[in-house]
């Protein structure tokens, strides 16, 4: 199995998680965006060579991993509430978020147990392409057309 296939299975069997809980295909995959986007954020904090901090620490992933129980899911919905308010980038990535995952036993599950023991960052370019890909249900189900195309079919 190449590395970019067993990103994308992991990645659906996260979506399982959430989708047991009641959350629709467009919030999972908001949801495990959000995660992946903080956890990537503390793996280039964290590196070795030349780090780089892209969230500040009080919105860090080392928050979520310190918590536990109903402090997991006040923590996770203060960070999406403080990036929000963030200026540039990260404000406008994090504009509008909520925490769709209710059951804090689910939220550690992603954040320790799945998200957490990969490290993202490593994977190929051509899997995290694949990877956003996978997360976009509407990307699946459409081809973009090729310059000078004026139709779009489905795959």
Not at 8 to 33: A, F, H, M, P
């Amino acid at each position: 199995m190449t590395d970019s296939r067993r990103l994308v299975d992991k990645l659906w069997s996260y979506c399982d998680v959430l989708r047991d809980d009641g959350v629709g295909v467009i919030e999972y995959t908001e949801q495990l965006t959000y995660l992946l986007f903080l956890k990537m954020a503390h793996e280039r904090a964290t590196r070795k060579l030349a780090p780089e901090q892209i969230v500040p620490e009080v919105y860090s992933w080392q928050k979520l991993l310190d918590a536990q129980g109903d402090q997991l899911e006040f923590e996770y919905t203060r960070i999406l509430n403080g990036l929000a308010r963030e200026s540039g980038v990260i404000g406008t990535i994090f504009r509008k978020a909520q925490n769709r995952i209710q059951d804090p036993a689910k939220l550690r599950r992603l954040v320790v147990d799945l998200i957490g023991k990969e490290n993202w960052s490593q994977s190929a370019p051509t899997s995290r392409a694949t990877l956003t890909r996978t997360c976009c249900p509407r990307a699946r189900r459409t081809r973009v057309p090729a310059p000078g195309s004026t139709s779009r079919r489905a795959l």
